[in-house]
C-alpha cells in the first residue's frame, strides 16, 4: 500500500510523496505553475530547455551526463505541461531507488540537489542566460511548434480548442507561438525565469521508498536558494457556462487525403469541482471515451462513417472535444450521426453493457494510475492545478455509485459550441 501526504515546505511551495516500496526508482519531479498566457507560454516552455542545458557547477551536457551516471544512471527531462488554464514547466527526474543502491548510499539527497541546481543555479554568461544555449533551445522549440500540424489528428482538436477559446486562456498553445518564440532574446528570457521563480505555484512530486520527512527534508535543502514569496499564484480557470446561440463553423483547406471533423462541447458549467462530475465522466465514456462507446461502435463499426471518433473532456475547463477522421463527401452524414448519438446518451438510451463496460474501463484507468510512476505524477499535478484532493482510488469509489439517470442528466448539459472541418484542397 501507498501512502499519499502533502505539506508546504516554502509559502506556496508544496510536496506531494508517495510511500511505496513498489517501484525500484524513486520519481522526482519539480513544477512551477503559472496562468497559461499567449504573451508569456512561449517563454515559460523555453525555460527548462534552456535550464537543461547546464548549471553553473556543470555548465555542459557533458557534465551533466556524467553526474546523472554517478547516480545510477538517473534520467532528468524538462517538461511542459497544460492543466486547464495553467502552464505547467519544471523537470521531471526518475533515479534508483535508494533501497536497490549497491552500498547502501543515498541517491534521494543528491538527486534533489541535481534537480534543484538545474532549477536554481544556471549556468550563465554577462549574467543571464547563454546566448548560445537559448538560440539552440529556441530553435528547437519553434520546430516543435511547427511539427505539430504533421499530426493532422492533434492538429485538428489544437484548432478546435484555439477557435473555441479564442478570448479564453485555454485557447494559449502550451509551447507557445512561433512569433513570440522568435522574439526572445537571453536577456528577455532571464527576466521572465526570475519572474516565474518569484511568482509561479511549485509543485514537488515524489514517488519512492524513502521516508516522507526525510523526503521534505532533501527539498527543502534542494530548493533553498528559491524567492521567498508569501503570495505565489493559485492557479485558475475560468469556466464558461453556455454555447454560442448558433455554433461557430470553422473550415480549413490543406493538401490532406482524410478529413478531420472536431467538435467543442461547453458542459453547461459542470466541472472536475462538481459533485456531479463523476456521472460527465461516465456519459463521455460512454459516448465516446472507449472502444465499446457509442461513437466507437456506431459511427465507426457499424456505419462506418468514420477511420475514427472519440470524446475526451477537459475537466477544469468544462470542454468535451469530439475528433473523427472522415471522406470529405461524408462531412454532413458523419456530423448528423456524430450528434445523433450524443441525442440517445441524453435520452438515457444506454445498454446495461455500455454503461458497465464503460465503467469498469473508467475504474480500471483510475487503479492503473497506481501502477505508474509517471501517470501517478501526472494525476497528482493535475489535481493539484485544480486544487483537489481525491486520489484514483476515492474517484473509482465515486465512479461505481453513478446511475443511468445520472450519466443521461449530466449528458443533457452538452452544448454544442464549435465546429472545426479540414478538409482537402479543391481539385
Known sequence: ???????????????????????????LSITLLAPLDRRTAGANAL???????????????????AALDELYGGAIEPAV????????????????????ALKGEKILEPAADLLGELLL???????????????????NLIDRIRAQINDKRTYAVQRLAQEMCRYEAFGA?????????AAITPESLWERYQELLRTAQVEVYYCGSADPDRVAEALRCALARLPVNENRADPDCEVRVTAGPEPVLVEEAMDVTQGKLALGFRTGGLTCWENEF?????AVAVY????LSKLFMNVREKLSLCYYASAV?????GLMLVSSGIEFDKYQTAKDEILAQLEAVKRGEIEDWELEGSRRTLIGMCRAVLDDQGRQEEFWLGQAAAGLEEGPEELAARLEKITREQVAAAAQKLELDTIYFLKGKEG
Open 1 to 27: 500500500m501507498s501512502q499519499v501526504t502533502r505539506r508546504e515546505l516554502f509559502p506556496g511551495v508544496w510536496l506531494r510523496a508517495v510511500h511505496t516500496n513498489k517501484f525500484k526508482s524513486s520519481y
Open 47 to 65: 525555460i527548462p530547455e534552456v535550464l537543461r542545458r547546464g548549471s553553473a557547477i556543470h555548465p555542459d551536457l557533458e557534465s551533466l551526463s
Open 81 to 100: 505541461r497544460k492543466k486547464g488554464e495553467t502552464q505547467c514547466v519544471g523537470f521531471a527526474a526518475s533515479f534508483l531507488d535508494d533501497a536497490y
Open 121 to 139: 543555479n544556471p549556468y550563465t554568461q554577462d549574467g543571464h542566460f547563454c546566448p548560445d544555449y537559448t538560440a539552440g533551445e529556441k530553435a
Open 173 to 181: 498553445d502550451k509551447l507557445g507561438d512561433e512569433e513570440s518564440v
Open 278 to 282: 463523476p456521472a460527465l465522466y461516465l
Open 288 to 291: 465516446g471515451g472507449t472502444t
Open 313 to 317: 473532456l477537459e475537466k477544469m475547463k
